[in-house]
């Protein structure tokens, strides 16, 4: 089992920036990928970004490119998101999840952080 909680969500103008964060605990001896979905009220939770643990290979939606970093300590089992640029459309309860990088989907969520950004 894993355990993830976010942290760092809030209320932030167009233009600004936020970071989350993203610890894990419980079995995170394993490989694994993680990564941010956000949702967006009325709209279907969307994939955002997603690191490897080991390697760091990083994978991000067109519509955060270039403004929105992942990252990852292993030493804290912490991911951070970085997110520059903020736009009213990013705007959404952010979560992070944990998948085995073995297995397609992902199994392990976060309860969410909230993001608010206004113009």
């Known amino acids: 089992q894993v355990q993830l909680v976010e942290s760092g969500g809030g209320l932030v103008q167009a233009g600004g920036s936020l970071r989350l964060s993203c610890a894990a605990s419980?079995?995170?001896?394993?490989?694994?990928?993680m990564a941010w979905f956000r949702q967006a009220p009325g709209k279907e939770r969307e994939f955002v970004t997603s690191?490897?643990?080991?390697?760091?290979?990083?994978s991000y939606a067109d519509s955060v490119k270039g403004r929105f970093t992942v990252s990852r300590d292993n030493a804290k089992n912490t991911v951070y998101l970085q997110m520059n640029s903020l736009k009213p459309e990013d705007t959404a309860v952010y979560y992070c999840?944990?998948?085995?990088?073995?297995?397609?989907?992902?199994?392990?969520w976060g309860q969410g952080t909230q993001v608010t950004v206004s113009s």
């Open positions: 690191i490897t643990w080991t390697i760091g290979s990083t």
């Open positions: 419980g079995r995170t001896d394993s490989d694994y990928t």
């Open positions: 999840a944990a998948r085995r990088v073995w297995i397609t989907s992902y199994h392990y």
